[in-house]
T-cell receptor
């Protein structure tokens, strides 16, 4: 599975959009981009995933560049409860998830 | 509905003791995964079951680690002769699909080896 690069930490003001970037320059054509987050002392929580097209659900939007070498997770109106570590994972056909270090997002009032 | 549950939530073991960690997946979920998360790190894959079959155990760090899922539902991760480096949070996840599906994680068991 391709490796990902994320900034170690980011801040966001409450109510503003949080844009979390991820680089995955070695992604191959059949690999998906998944995002999970982990709130302190809890297990990781699935957010969203995509292959080529942009995706949106009730939690977030996922924007994947045309060359698929990078993506951005967007939380449109961040709240204090969105403070967590966000993991970008590139996943092939295998079942396991390979987590990196993630981005620690702090949403501030 | 009920999510993935794990027990115990916290376990303190003396070095050399054996421990058993339990995972109750979401009912009907085919796939079950175990991960190990050291302090300040992302989770690392240990092993994967599809029903009762252990299809991937490439992440188990040593032969002291053993996992089973005999009836394709509840799973147990056993660590024999625990060592201090085994101290970590052990996470279980289940998925309704065999490939690519979302994984639903339990709260984890925090193991501390003294």
């Amino acid at each position: 599975d391709a490796k990902t690069t994320q900034p170690p930490s980011m801040d966001c003001a409450e109510g503003r959009a949080a844009n979390l970037p991820c680089n995955h320059s070695t992604i191959s054509g059949n690999e998906y981009v998944y995002w999970y987050r982990q709130i302190h002392s809890q297990g990781p929580q699935y957010i969203i995933h995509g292959l080529k097209n942009n995706e949106t659900n009730e939690m977030a939007s996922l924007i994947i560049t045309e060359d698929r070498k990078s993506s951005t997770l967007i939380l449109p109106h961040a709240t204090l409860r969105d403070t967590a570590v966000y993991y970008c994972i590139v996943r092939g056909q295998g079942g396991k998830l390979i987590f990196g270090q993630g981005t620690e997002l702090s949403v501030k009032p | 509905g009920a999510g993935v549950s794990q027990s115990p939530r916290y376990k303190v073991a003396k070095r050399g003791q054996d421990v058993a960690l339990r995972c109750d997946p979401i009912s009907g979920h085919v796939s079950l995964f175990w991960y190990q998360q050291a302090l300040g790190q992302g989770p690392e894959f240990l092993t994967y079951f599809q029903n009762e079959a252990q299809l991937d155990k490439s992440g188990l760090p040593s032969d002291r680690f053993f996992a089973e899922r005999p009836e394709g539902s509840v799973s147990t991760l056993k660590i024999q002769r625990t060592q201090q480096e085994d101290s970590a949070v052990y996470l279980c996840a289940s998925s309704p699909r065999t490939v690519l599906g979302e994984q639903y994680f339990g709260p984890g068991t925090r193991l501390t080896v003294t």
